[in-house]
């Protein structure tokens, strides 16, 4: 009798042993990601799924916000004592990340062969004084959309070339009554917007910054805002531009209503599915014009990474899920929302087909992608200059005063 309780006894003992050391075998990360653009939400969720068939001992927590509380939402946490193990973060943040000890340092786990594999100018989106911070994951810039149909109706056999014939073929499709309006941008006071006014500083050949001052205010800067202010006031642009972000575009472009359109990557394969957009096979993309005389195209760089946070107690596991949400194989299932990182993808029919005018055109705005500014203080400087060009826009200040109001609000 007391041999037989002695051996109950036990085998409770191993099995509560079993159980505590599975539990501790089991690693929760918590994970923060974006919900707009790019990756759909259910999209994110199908590949973490697929991450934690192949690893059963981590679960993976989501959390999606839109895009403009990513960076606050990723900096309080780090205060809170909880936080995430694994953020999305743009490419404008890594020299804040960096300067602040939001991110770690991953320069020893970047691999020869995912140094070699990854196009050179996705790596742009993770590093900082010579040191990676991540993988990059979502590659992108901006992109010139029309609608092929509305561009026949008006007798233009070709796309704009420069943006002065963007504005161009925008007058004759509005004289022939073919749209009120019909550019549709994404200029509300947000990050949105900056994105739009760099996509011009670098057809107008400007820069930003000039040994870490604002230049911003002079040549290219002025000129691409003057830009945006004319086609606002011409009454070419969709008024409601203003307030738009990249979804409000996509909605607008989709539903007919707008024959041109300057937006991400993700747009192409929605506003041709015939489920959701009235356009659908009549759907074109080019790169984003350039300017007679000092650019043939134009671009932003838009592309996001994936790190892992200074606060996370589970930075190997991070790491593990990070490579795999970033791998050639996810990413070439997923080709359909964002462009592969990895170079020999665009060799791939299986991700190339159905898509081959966009690829085309990836290759030359990808190639041409330039940089917001690269500064700690980013946060400062795009406030700054969203306020600025709303002002322009609305008629309150000219452009001139209006950066220079903001090259002194910078913090630079």
Same mark, same amino acid.
């Given at each position: ?18 159980? @505590?050391? *599975?539990?501790?075998? /089991? ?15 259910? &999209? ?12 059963? &001992? ?12 990513? *960076? ?18 743009? =490419? ?29 100018? %996705? ?15 979502? #590659? ?13 109706? %008006? ?57 870490? +001052? ?30 738009? #972000?990249?979804?409000?575009?996509? +909605? =607008?472009?989709?539903?007919? &209503? ?10 192409? $394969? ?5 489920? /959701?957009?009235? =356009? @659908? ?15 043939? =195209?134009?671009?932003? $760089? ?11 107690? *589970?930075?190997? /596991? ?25 170079? !020999? ?48 826009? #609305?008629?309150? !200040? ?10 002194? $609000?910078?913090?630079?």
């Amino acid at each position: 009798m007391l041999k037989s309780r002695k051996t109950t006894l036990l085998a409770a003992a191993l099995a509560s042993v079993a159980f @505590a050391s *599975h539990a501790m075998a /089991e690693t929760k990360i918590n994970a923060l990601f974006m919900a707009q653009a790019a990756y759909s939400e259910a &999209d994110v969720r199908a590949m973490t799924e697929a991450f934690t068939k192949a690893n059963p &001992d981590i679960t993976v927590n989501l959390e999606f916000v839109p895009y403009e509380g990513l *960076h606050d939402k990723t900096v309080l946490a780090q205060g809170s004592g909880g936080g995430y193990d694994v953020v999305l973060f743009d =490419v404008i943040w890594p020299a804040e990340y960096a300067a602040n000890k939001v991110l770690v340092d991953v320069s020893d786990k970047i691999t020869d062969d995912m140094k070699k594999g990854v196009l050179p100018g %996705a790596w742009t989106t993770v590093q900082y004084d010579g040191k990676y911070y991540g993988m990059p994951w979502i #590659l992108d810039t901006k992109y010139l959309f029309y609608n092929k149909e509305i561009l026949q109706k %008006a007798g233009i056999a070709n796309p704009p070339k420069t943006w002065a014939e963007l504005t161009e073929q925008a007058r004759i499709i509005q004289e022939k009554g073919l749209l009120k309006t019909p550019i549709a941008w994404s200029w509300a006071q947000a990050e949105a917007v900056i994105c739009d006014y760099t996509t011009l500083v670098s057809a107008y050949g400007g820069d930003f910054l000039k040994d870490g +001052k604002p230049v911003f205010q002079t040549d290219g800067g002025l000129d691409a805002l003057k830009y945006m202010v004319d086609s606002y006031k011409s009454g070419l642009t969709n008024p409601n531009s203003k307030e738009f #972000l990249e979804e409000d575009v996509r +909605k =607008v472009f989709q539903n007919g &209503d707008a024959a041109f359109a300057l937006n991400w990557t993700y747009m192409y $394969n929605m506003a041709n599915d015939p489920k /959701e957009s009235k =356009v @659908a096979g009549k759907v074109g993309v080019v790169p984003a014009p350039g300017v007679e005389g000092k650019s043939e =195209v134009s671009a932003v $760089n838009g592309s996001m990474g994936l790190g892992i946070t200074t606060v996370s107690k *589970h930075p190997e /596991e991070s790491w593990k899920y990070i490579t795999f949400m970033t791998s050639q194989a996810t990413q070439n299932a997923y080709a359909k929302l964002s462009l592969p990182i990895w170079s !020999s993808s665009y060799e791939d029919p299986a991700v190339t087909a159905g898509q081959e005018e966009l690829v085309a055109t990836a290759k030359k705005g990808l190639a041409a992608m330039y940089a917001r500014p690269t500064t700690p203080k980013y946060q400062e400087l795009s406030t700054a200059l969203q306020q600025a060009i709303q002002e322009a826009l #609305l008629g309150q !200040s000219t452009p001139e005063d209006a950066l220079t109001s903001a090259a002194e $609000n910078s913090g630079l």
